[in-house]
């Protein structure tokens, strides 16, 4: 993914350590039906769930198990918390009001016999170490699923929502 440089100098930690990662931030997805993608409430910011799509095409497609492998599987948890951190990115503007990275939530689009859900959920855990450093410690929970909503083409194998404690805002 390229990068975006002038992000990368306003003195944003996150954006940097992407930048380093070679890693940029996509164009945050619309939400998908009645709801907002992100909600800040009571000291947290709620990021809807995420899928691994890129300019509204789902990147991969299909079961993990069956049509993709662990790996690909991790690819997707990576695309889909860099989606989530889009959402935070666009109505935080940026990461410095993040305290801490409270909840990431998976759900693994897989067949009954895929048993490998935590090691997809880690692509996502690891990435937002990098990113977060201290403030990426996190509860977490995961589940495999037989299929994940949204109303594009094919199977979207894995999605995340993310829930951050952050910062008053200062407006």
Do not use: K
């Not at 890693?23 to 997805?29: D, K």
């Not at 998976?106 to 009954?112: I, K, S, T, Y």
């Not at 995340?160 to 404690?165: I, R």
């Amino acid at each position: 993914m390229a990068t975006n440089p002038s992000l990368a100098t306003q003195g944003d930690a996150v954006l940097q350590r992407l930048e380093a990662l070679g890693l940029a931030l996509p164009e945050p997805p619309p939400p998908l039906g009645a709801y907002r993608a992100a909600i800040e409430a009571a000291g947290l910011l709620h990021v809807s769930m995420q899928g691994p799509v890129v300019a509204g095409h789902p990147l991969p497609r299909g079961l993990l198990g069956a049509e993709l492998t662990l790996e690909e599987g991790r690819q997707a948890a990576r695309l889909a918390v860099l989606n989530a951190l889009a959402q935070v990115r666009l109505h935080l503007g940026g990461f410095q009001r993040v305290r801490q990275v409270v909840r990431l939530e998976g759900h693994v689009a897989c067949v009954q016999s895929f048993t490998q859900h935590p090691q997809v959920l880690d692509a996502a855990s690891e990435l937002l170490a990098s990113l977060f450093d201290t403030r990426a410690g996190h509860a977490r929970s995961v589940c495999g699923v037989r299929n994940l909503p949204g109303n594009l083409p094919g199977n979207l194998p894995v999605a995340v929502t993310l829930t951050l404690e952050v910062e008053p805002s200062r407006r």
